[in-house]
């Protein structure tokens, strides 16, 4: 069972995505912080990590961009999305430059969001496979 990460600091996306994702059968796991992320990731594998950009409680060097950049490097099968309100030019190159797979900007609807995840998690299976 693929198992799901998601780190945003609002409680409402963490319960829908978790509810959403535990209803088809995934694993979720979420994390307020990057710090809180840091330890999920140590202890567990996961196909998907969704994370926000700016996680309250977090210092600048510990936003969501460094956050999706270490799983990138350190977990580099898991897909990032990265999840945030901060729309800029700066923004996306930033996340380009961290290896994500796709940036979604707030407000999205959850559907997009666990649509896409599950897309980018089926198309890692087959290029798995025909590797």
Same mark, same amino acid.
């Given at each position: 069972?693929?198992?799901?990460?998601? /780190? @945003?600091?609002?409680?409402?996306?963490?319960? &829908?995505?978790?509810?959403?994702? &535990?209803?088809?059968?995934? &694993? /979720?796991?979420?994390? %307020?912080?990057?710090?809180?992320?840091?330890e999920y990731l140590a202890?567990?594998?996961?196909?998907?990590?969704?994370? @926000?950009?700016?996680?309250? !409680?977090?210092?600048?060097?510990? @936003? !969501?961009?460094?956050?999706?950049?270490?799983? #990138?490097? +350190?977990?580099?099968? %898991?897909?990032?999305?990265?999840?945030? &309100?901060?729309?800029?030019?700066? %923004? +996306?190159? #930033?996340? #380009?430059?961290? !290896? /994500? +797979?796709?940036?979604?900007?707030?407000?999205?609807?959850?559907?997009?969001?666990? @649509?896409?995840?599950? #897309?980018?998690?089926?198309?890692?299976? /087959?290029?798995?496979?025909? +590797?």
């Amino acid at each position: 069972m693929e198992r799901i990460l998601v /780190v @945003d600091d609002e409680k409402g996306i963490i319960f &829908g995505l978790r509810q959403y994702f &535990g209803q088809q059968g995934y &694993g /979720v796991d979420s994390a %307020t912080s990057a710090e809180e992320a840091l330890e999920y990731l140590a202890a567990n594998k996961y196909g998907v990590a969704i994370v @926000d950009i700016e996680l309250r !409680g977090s210092d600048a060097s510990n @936003d !969501g961009l460094n956050l999706a950049a270490f799983i #990138r490097s +350190h977990a580099p099968s %898991t897909i990032v999305i990265i999840l945030s &309100g901060k729309d800029s030019p700066e %923004t +996306h190159e #930033r996340a #380009r430059e961290a !290896g /994500v +797979h796709s940036f979604l900007s707030k407000p999205a609807r959850l559907s997009l969001i666990a @649509d896409l995840a599950a #897309r980018l998690m089926r198309a890692a299976a /087959v290029a798995a496979v025909i +590797h």
